[in-house]
T-cell receptor, first 115, second 114 residues
Framework: AQSVTQLGSHVSVSEGALVLLRCNYS??????LFWYVQYPNQGLQLLLK??????LVKGINGFEAEFKKSETSFHLTKPSAHMSDAAEYFC?????????????FGTGTLLAVQP | ETGVTQSPTHLIKTRGQQVTLRCSSQ?????VSWYQQALGQGPQFIFQ???????GRGNFPPRFSGLQFPNYSSELNVNALELDDSALYLC?????????????FGPGTRLTVL
């Protein structure tokens, strides 16, 4: 069985500050890991994904995440927050070799960026 | 390239009614997945269709059913609506069922059950 835990349902940072959104996963098989962003009244947009290979993954809009197997974590970071980063962020896991590519999502973290 | 589209955008129904939501997949995609996102929650997997066959199902009752058509568009049908069915319903398409096939999401249909 797979699951995702996102620590902190709400995170507030100042513009220009470091963004750190936490994600821990549980998976009995090697996982694929994803971060999605959701702006108000919109669908989900993929920020970045880890499948295999390099554990530091760079995504769109200056975001990156590092897969740490020993810590079962896939935290999302951005060095300097911008007002346009205010949105809800979801971490998700999919199973390597599964019959479907269904995504198991965390409960989300709402990021607020203060001027 | 046209992205994933969903219709309608918003829908209001009463308890006990039936509803049909529609999804057009991205060009070249043969796989469609449906998710339910309740307020304040992450999306929950309902089911997936691959080449017109159901390919997997989440923990949803049989009154949630679906179809996929030869052009790979899809419908989600919900019978005997309950208040808890109020949610954003997201459709996602992909070019296959492998875990590294990226899923592209539509904007969703907001269903309100009164």
């Amino acid at each position: 069985a797979q699951s995702v835990t996102q620590l902190g349902s709400h995170v507030s940072v100042s513009e220009g500050a470091l963004v750190l959104l936490r994600c821990n996963y549980s998976s009995s098989v090697p996982p694929y890991l994803f971060w999605y962003v959701q702006y108000p009244n919109q669908g989900l947009q993929l920020l970045l994904k880890y499948t295999t290979g390099a554990t530091l993954v760079k995504g769109i809009n200056g975001f990156e995440a590092e897969f740490k197997k020993s810590e079962t974590s896939f935290h999302l970071t951005k060095p300097s927050a911008h007002m346009s980063d205010a949105a809800e962020y979801f971490c998700a896991v999919s199973a390597l070799g599964g019959a479907t590519n269904k995504l198991i999502f965390g409960t989300g973290t709402l990021l607020a960026v203060q001027p | 390239e046209t992205g994933v589209t969903q219709s309608p955008t918003h829908l209001i129904k009463t308890r006990g009614q039936q509803v049909t939501l529609r999804c057009s997949s991205q060009s070249g995609h043969n796989t469609v997945s449906w998710y339910q996102q309740a307020l304040g929650q992450g999306p929950q997997f309902i089911f997936q269709y691959y080449r017109e066959e159901e390919n997997g199902r989440g923990n949803f009752p049989p009154r949630f059913s679906g179809l996929q058509f030869p052009n790979y568009s899809s419908e989600l049908n919900v019978n005997a609506l309950e208040l808890d069915d109020s949610a954003l319903y997201l459709c996602a398409s992909s070019s296959g069922t492998s875990g590294n096939n990226e899923q592209f999401f539509g904007p969703g249909t907001r269903l309100t059950v009164l």
